[in-house]
């Protein structure tokens, strides 16, 4: 298989000096489960959550195939599924199953780095017996609220064939839902403020059921997937506002979600250094959407259902030009669907609303060439040429067709100079993925933001990116990396106003312009073994974010919507294995967003929140987990304001404020999980 051949490729160093290796292995570094064995992992997602300089990324949720990579490869290859998110897939692998781990830096003959400058590649041990588990949690509230979940999962081998199997069903809160909460309006004419008290209650219930099976077949293998999923969201919330006058007023909200997916994938070695890689997969997602109001006797209904698919069938050829080069061309092709009818009324009476219905497709192409060369002991060069194109069509409330094309290159270079230092730089033109969410119209009418219009005419914004990571390695598992990314963007989607066929002004996704954006991140891996302190571990990342684009509304330069201007956590563990305990707790900072229309602002914030937890292992294949999530309610609380303005933002016109906050309730998570074989 391939990752066999990038092996061979690549000399493999293992972490345990890495200050003493040579250069040439600095391309994958090699971690077995020696590395692991005090922390007693349970799955392969435990393994990497321990690995120095790596941080799980599990990819876009966009349509197409190539562009929604994450930076985890199972014995190579990308999992042949979407919905089924590459964290949940490693869960699947019981830490037994791994036979080691290798993190790839900057590139080599053999891996797709998906654009991406780090990639875990997770191999998996062959052959072995039935494995199954079974999970129970439950996740108290202090309020008196309880919500279930139950896990199970089997996989097993019947010669060279393999197997696996896994459902679950749970509930959660909305702990952006509470009672207790405070709402205030300011009013700009001075008029008395609107205070209230704020009773929400939300609860998502969902439960899936996976399976794949591979088996060889016509001299390679074939593996098919399959997923079914359902979600259920329900919240209420009743204001009471207490002055300047009584009264009370009533929303709802609920959302259903049926989604499913049927994938495969085949590979075959057509000799020894080329291999064929297909794809095909297809999901399908259906959604409907309520939203309801009820304020001083005047009743508002916003309905939405939406149907929407996606085919996709991708080809891949691999080849390796001896030990330091290797190439791989392919094309892939999409086909996306969307149907979506929309109704909104106020006290029975329709509503006009633009894009309410709408059915749109979307095929396109995609056809790439890439290649990896380490031309020295020092340097590693991967390079890619992407070109793709699409045709958009709409009908319904919005006739349109477009046709759109883009050619995607991409360099990136990783040179060590020392053993212990690696710089990587990477420059690429990338292309977003149109969310076809933008294209239908939305609405939460608890919320100040009412109804929301569809747009199906956007374009997907595009930006040159340039990035520059410097990883230093300390000392045993120890490592800093920090990384410094820009990127330049045409066609920024943002929000814009649009006029109904009666005049009313509905906000709307747009293309708003030109922006760039800039991000600095510090991410590090502090083990203290080697200092003393046996089991100790500290792990974090701090990312500092900038933005800038003109705003259509007010002519004036301001940073791009939703975007967090800074995040960081800290997550500090303590193994005890003489105990078969591990401590430890998560540290989340707040964050603070801002999204602009053009009649208001939105800032929602929420403070640093604190999680310890414990897990203890009486005995092999048996473990009991306790969390304590928002350890720091009812201080840690979610707040929105909206700055509300008469007409378009600018001018002299002060805005009304509305301001709600919502406390957390603490809470008591229990996880008790047994493995068999």
């Known amino acids: 298989m391939l990752y066999v051949l990038a092996q061979a490729s690549v000399a493999v160093v293992s972490p345990a000096d890495p200050a003493s290796a040579p250069a040439a292995q600095a391309a994958v570094t090699s971690y077995p489960p020696a590395f692991f064995a005090a922390q007693n992992p349970g799955t392969a997602l435990d393994m990497l959550g321990r690995i120095p300089g790596f941080s ?32 949940q897939v490693l869960q699947r692998i019981p830490a037994g199953k791994v036979e080691r781990i290798d993190i790839i830096r900057g590139g080599a003959p053999g891996i797709d780095m998906q654009g991406k400058t780090v990639i875990a590649n997770v191999i998996v041990r062959k052959g072995g017996g039935a ?16 919500f279930a979940g139950l896990r199970g999962e089997a996989s097993g081998a019947l010669g060279d064939r393999t197997w696996e199997v896994a459902a679950r069903t749970g509930a959660g809160p909305d702990d952006g839902a509470s009672r207790g909460g405070r ?12 205070l209230s008290r704020l009773d929400s ?13 591979e088996t060889p077949l016509a001299g390679g293998r074939l593996r098919l997937n399959g997923r079914v999923y359902r979600e259920k969201y329900k919240n209420a919330e009743t204001d009471t506002i207490l002055s300047p006058s009584l009264e009370v007023q009533r929303f709802g909200f609920s959302q259903k979600n049926t989604d499913t997916e049927l994938g495969g994938r085949f590979t075959r070695d057509l000799n020894a250094v080329t291999s064929l890689e297909t794809v095909a997969l297809r999901t399908t997602r259906r959604r409907d959407t309520e939203s309801l109001s009820n304020i001083a006797g005047s009743a508002s209904d916003f309905a939405n259902h939406r149907e929407s698919s996606e085919a996709i069938l991708r080809g891949v050829i691999k080849r390796r030009f001896g030990e330091r080069l290797s190439l791989e061309a392919g094309a892939e092709a999409a086909d996306n669907r969307l149907d979506s009818r929309t109704s909104f009324t106020v006290d029975g009476t329709a509503q006009s609303l633009p894009a309410a219905n709408v059915q749109v497709e979307e095929k396109r192409s995609e056809l790439f060439l890439k290649a990896t060369w380490r031309p020295g002991a020092q340097w590693t060069v991967d390079a890619a040429l992407r070109y793709e194109s699409s045709d958009i069509s709409s009908a319904g409330d919005v006739v349109l067709a477009k046709s759109l094309a883009f050619a995607k290159p991409r360099l990136t270079v990783s040179w060590t100079p020392v053993p212990a230092t690696q710089l990587r730089a990477r420059i690429e033109r990338e292309v977003g993925q149109l969310d076809f969410n933008d294209f239908v119209a939305s609405s939460n009418l608890t919320s ?18 340039g990035e520059v990571a410097v990883e230093q390695q300390l000392w045993k598992g120890a490592s800093v990396v920090l990384t410094a990314k820009h990127l330049q963007i045409t066609d920024v989607v943002d929000r814009g106003p649009v006029f109904a066929a009666d005049g009313t002004v509905f906000d709307r996704p747009a293309n708003i312009g030109d922006g760039r954006r800039e991000s600095l991140i510090l991410s590090y891996t502090l083990p203290f073994d080697p ?36 995040d960081w956590s800290v997550n500090f563990s303590q193994d005890l ?17 801002r999204a ?60 009304d404020v509305s301001d709600r906050a919502f406390p957390f309730p603490r809470g008591v998570y229990f996880l008790l999980r047994k493995d068999f074989g």
């Open 201 to 213: 209650e939300g609860q998502d219930l969902n439960g899936s059921i996976a399976g794949a099976g």
């Open 577 to 593: 294995p003489a105990r078969n305990l591990n401590l430890g707790v998560d540290l989340y900072g707040g964050f603070s967003q």
């Open 131 to 146: 494995r199954a588990l079974l999970a129970v949690s439950n996740y108290t509230l202090s309020n008196g609220r309880e």
């Open 596 to 655: 602009y229309r053009f009649n208001s602002i939105e800032t929602l914030k929420l403070r640093t929140y604190v999680k310890p937890y414990a897990e203890w292992k009486p005995r092999p294949g048996l473990r009991l987990r306790v969390e304590l999530p928002l350890v720091t309610a009812p201080n840690t609380r979610l707040r929105d304001t909206f700055e509300v303005f008469p007409g378009p933002r600018g001018g002299s016109a002060r805005p």
């Open 448 to 465: 100040s933001l009412g109804v929301t219009a569809g747009n199906p005419n956007l374009n997907p914004a595009q930006d040159w990116a």
């Open 56 to 87: 799980l990324d599990n990819g876009s949720n966009v349509r197409g195939f190539e562009g929604a990579a994450g930076n985890a490869l199972i014995d190579g290859q990308r999992p042949s599924s979407k919905s089924d998110s590459i964290d």
């Open 531 to 566: 200092l003393g302190w046996k089991g100790a571990l500290l792990k974090g990342e701090i990312v500092r974010r900038w933005s800038e684009v003109r705003d259509p509304t007010t002519g004036q330069m301001r940073p791009i919507s939703f975007l967090h201007p800074s």
């Open 183 to 194: 709402g205030a309006v300011l009013y700009a004419d001075g008029r008395p403020p609107k």
